[in-house]
């Protein structure tokens, strides 16, 4: 036989599409059911500030003009055993100014919010809130080591490599149809058939995204073996400032040197505010504007003596390292914040829809798919006991985060929107479940 002829017998047998079919929806049934619980949660996660701001009338406050002194002034007026560490301008229209304060007491952390105009404090509130449950839980599934979340993130992460494995399979078996199923939605002659007409349509309109996901993902598990550098900071500059001089007799302090950081930095926007009163030190973080959106606000850091006004240092992540720059990327774009409210939506919407494609997915592997492409009954069982060993931490887990935010029992609100997202967790997982069993052990025939 022919080199060649032996070539194309391989190629034609290994890299066959119902290979990559058997491949695709192996891993699809063994890691399946984890990647739906993690989609899920990330879809909320996406929007969880804004389920709090909903429910919490705390978070909600009048629109204007930033006032950053007030802000500060009142909090102390009202709270002087606390420390007010970090001041972030409202997310959006219509949102308190969102800070954290730390308890000299009991050393916690607590969340502040305030009128953004006035200053006025509107509350004073544990840091345990559904932003936190759904942020811990999709991040790390409360799972921690010597009070570090590090295991949990690789936990999650690693699966990212499961859902990037499962892309490039699934749209390898699509080919160009690829495109032609991302807009049309092929009519079922059988209702046998709607799951899998579902999983296809839901997957082409998501594999992008998902791909994205995937990889800033995977991107978290490489920070943990290799953290991202600090950001490069330039000190010594010669900045000069015309008002300087007259920095004693200012009032709004803080105010004045947040409208000096736009001079600065170009088209810099500033949106949180750290003051070390120990160190005498401002830090401003804020976005600019172009590629500068799709940043964290702290790619963009200046810091100035409070005390005299001087400029300390710039530091901004474009003059960083590209591993600095991808770090500062990351977040935003997996979450979906990197463009206001309006990309928060399309991330959730987009979330739903691959958490959907992978429940489609699910159902249509144990309808339809035979069985001599279903994983053997240890390895699913193996995952399934994996998934459950991992939710049942989670509910360990994260009554000890609770524990060590809150001092009080949660609000109403909070025990409601996560019964609520577990109610419907284990339901579907349950479904799943029976499903998978019905056809590993009762081997059911094939439904065409």
Request: glycine residues 6%.
């Amino acid at each position: 036989m022919k080199i060649s002829n032996l070539i194309s017998i391989l190629k034609k047998n290994l890299l066959s599409k119902g290979l990559f079919f058997r491949l695709h929806a192996w891993t699809g049934i063994i890691f399946g059911p984890m990647l739906y619980v993690i989609c899920l949660s990330g879809s909320f996660a996406v929007i969880s500030n804004e389920i709090d701001w909903f429910f919490n009338p705390n978070i909600r406050s009048q629109s204007g003009k930033m006032h950053w002194d007030l802000v500060y002034k009142k909090f102390y007026e009202s709270y002087p055993d606390y420390e007010l560490t970090t001041v972030r301008a409202p997310r959006h229209t219509g949102f308190a100014v969102h800070s954290y304060a730390r308890s000299q007491k009991d050393k916690k952390t607590y969340r502040v919010f305030s009128n953004p105009v006035s200053g006025e404090v509107q509350g004073l509130e544990s840091f345990w809130n559904v932003q936190r449950f759904f942020r811990s839980f999709h991040r790390r599934f409360f799972i921690t080591f010597q009070n570090s979340g590090v295991p949990g993130i690789l936990f999650v992460s690693l699966y990212g490599i499961a859902l990037l494995a499962i892309i490039i399979l699934g749209v390898r078996v699509q080919g160009k149809r690829v495109l032609k199923l991302a807009y049309n939605l092929r009519r079922a002659r059988n209702n046998r058939k709607i799951f899998s007409n579902s999983h296809l349509f839901l997957s082409n309109w998501s594999w992008i995204f998902a791909l994205i996901i995937s990889l800033t993902g995977i991107w978290y598990a490489v920070e943990i073996f290799k953290p991202a550098p600090t950001i490069k900071t330039k000190k010594n500059l010669n900045f000069s400032n015309e008002t300087q001089a007259d920095y004693d007799g200012i009032h709004d302090k803080i105010n004045y040197l947040t409208n000096l950081s736009s001079s600065i930095i170009n088209n810099f926007n500033p949106d949180t505010v750290r003051l070390d009163k120990k160190n005498k030190l401002i830090q401003i973080h804020g976005k600019t504007e172009g590629f500068g959106i799709f940043l964290r606000s702290r790619a963009n850091i200046i810091t100035f003596d409070y005390d005299t006004g001087n400029l300390i240092s710039v530091g901004r992540t474009v003059d960083s390292s590209p591993h600095k720059i991808i770090s500062d990327i990351a977040d935003p774009i997996h979450f979906g914040n990197w463009g206001g409210l309006l990309t928060q939506i399309i991330w959730f919407i987009l979330g739903l829809i691959l958490s959907l494609a992978v429940m489609a997915g699910l159902i249509l592997a144990a309808k339809r798919i035979p069985k001599k492409y279903h994983p053997s009954k240890i390895v699913f069982n193996c995952s399934i006991a994996l998934l459950f060993l991992v939710l049942c931490y989670s509910l360990f887990g994260g009554y000890k985060e609770y524990a060590r935010y809150a001092d009080t029992e949660p609000k109403t609100y909070i025990e409601f929107v996560i019964y609520a997202f577990s109610a419907i967790l284990f339901l579907s997982l349950l479904i799943l479940i029976k499903l998978f069993r019905s056809v590993l052990y009762k081997n059911h025939n094939r439904l065409s």
